[in-house]
Nanobody
C-alpha cells in the first residue's frame, strides 16, 4: 500500500506565495510521475503540474511562469512552489503519484487534498 500526505495549503492574499509538499510512503519500489491537480467548487479536477523521474515537467497554461514543480527522489517527495497567486487559484490541491510497488505491480495513488484559498 502507498500512502500520500500533502501539506502546505492555507490562506493567502493575491500576489502571495505558498509551497505545497507531498510525501509518498509505503511499499514503493520506484516512482515515475508525480503531479499536482486541483479542483475548485463546481469544476472538474484539472492537472496543475507534473514531473517525471527525469525531471521533465508539464504545466497547465494558467500557471506557467508562476508555479514551479520539483521533486526529491531520495525522499519520495514532490513540491509545488506557487507564486503570484490569484483568486482563481483557489481550490483543493491533490497530489498524485504513479510508480511500482514491485516488478509486477503498479500503483496510482492520491492524497486527500489540501485547501488553497486566495482572497483579499
Amino acid at each position: 500500500q502507498v500512502h500520500i500526505v500533502e501539506s502546505g495549503g492555507g490562506f493567502v492574499q493575491p500576489g502571495g506565495s505558498l509551497r505545497l509538499s507531498c510525501l509518498a510512503s509505503g511499499s514503493i519500489l520506484m516512482i515515475d510521475t508525480m503531479g499536482w491537480y486541483r479542483q475548485a467548487p463546481g469544476k472538474q479536477r484539472e492537472l496543475v503540474a507534473s514531473i517525471t523521474t527525469g525531471d521533465r515537467t508539464n504545466y497547465a497554461d494558467s500557471v506557467k511562469g508562476r508555479f514551479t514543480i520539483s521533486r526529491d527522489n531520495a525522499k519520495n517527495t514532490v513540491y509545488l512552489q506557487m507564486n503570484n497567486l490569484k483568486p482563481e487559484d483557489t481550490a483543493v490541491y491533490y497530489c498524485n503519484t504513479h510508480g511500482r510497488m514491485s516488478p509486477w505491480r503498479t500503483f496510482d495513488s492520491w492524497g486527500q487534498g489540501t485547501q488553497v484559498t486566495v482572497s483579499s
